[in-house]
């Protein structure tokens, strides 16, 4: 091969290198995955992309730094296929413990043109369905289940869900020492409904 044909072969494959980097660039995210926050105050300089509040505890889980965080797979499977067949394409997480406490909150955006009250009624069933007891919640819109322990299953758990905009938003607590769950999910939902209440 000639001088002159390496160089065109060369320039060749730097031309084409060119233009699947520019490809790439200019691709669109995929219509189906999208989700639009609307914003609730145009007067204010940004929207909604966060609703949730970080709870007490050393944080074991954050996946609110990334723009589209993380797929619902990190749900577990029984989770991640009743949201993702209700909608759900994003999950943004806080997660703390405190000794023997767990607590945690959660953002699972729904994408365009899919009611998230649909998420939730997919989520609240998958519970129900679980033998998760439904408690009374003190915010209309909230829907809570808790667990108790049993002789296979230790844990005391709540997880409260309701719906903020495009978002399906999770309060969780969980632990062995049911008055510590009781006075930390209390807590937690205090502080997340106080900051993002349902809307």
């Given at each position: 091969m000639t001088g002159r044909t390496t160089a065109v072969v060369a320039s060749v494959h730097v031309l084409l290198a060119a233009v699947v980097g520019l490809?790439?660039?200019?691709?669109?995210?995929?219509?189906?995955?999208?989700?639009?926050?609307?914003?609730?105050?145009?007067?204010?300089?940004?929207?909604?992309?966060?609703?949730?509040?970080?709870?007490?505890?050393?944080?074991?889980?954050?996946?609110?730094?990334?723009?589209?965080?993380?797929?619902?797979?990190?749900?577990?499977?029984?989770?991640?296929?009743?949201?993702?067949?209700?909608?759900?394409?994003?999950?943004?997480?806080?997660?703390?413990?405190?000794?023997?406490?767990?607590?945690g909150v959660w953002q699972m955006a729904v994408r365009d043109g899919v009611d998230p009250r649909a998420a939730l009624r997919a989520i609240d069933r998958l519970y129900a369905d679980g033998g998760w007891t439904r408690e009374p919640a003190a915010t209309r819109g909230v829907v809570v289940r808790a667990q108790a322990p049993t002789d296979g299953q230790p844990y005391a758990s709540y997880r409260a869900h309701y719906v903020r905009g495009p978002f399906l938003v999770r309060i969780e607590a969980y632990g062995t020492d049911q008055a510590e769950v009781d006075r930390a999910f209390d807590a937690l939902a205090r502080q997340q409904l106080a900051a993002w209440p349902p809307r």
């Open positions: 490809c790439v660039v200019a691709l669109p995210e995929p219509a189906d995955q999208h989700v639009t926050v609307s914003d609730p105050d145009p007067r204010l300089p940004a929207d909604e992309s966060l609703v949730l509040v970080r709870p007490s505890g050393l944080l074991i889980m954050n996946s609110t730094f990334t723009k589209h965080g993380d797929s619902p797979a990190v749900l577990g499977k029984p989770e991640a296929e009743a949201l993702t067949g209700a909608g759900v394409v994003q999950v943004k997480a806080f997660v703390a413990r405190d000794e023997g406490t767990t607590r």
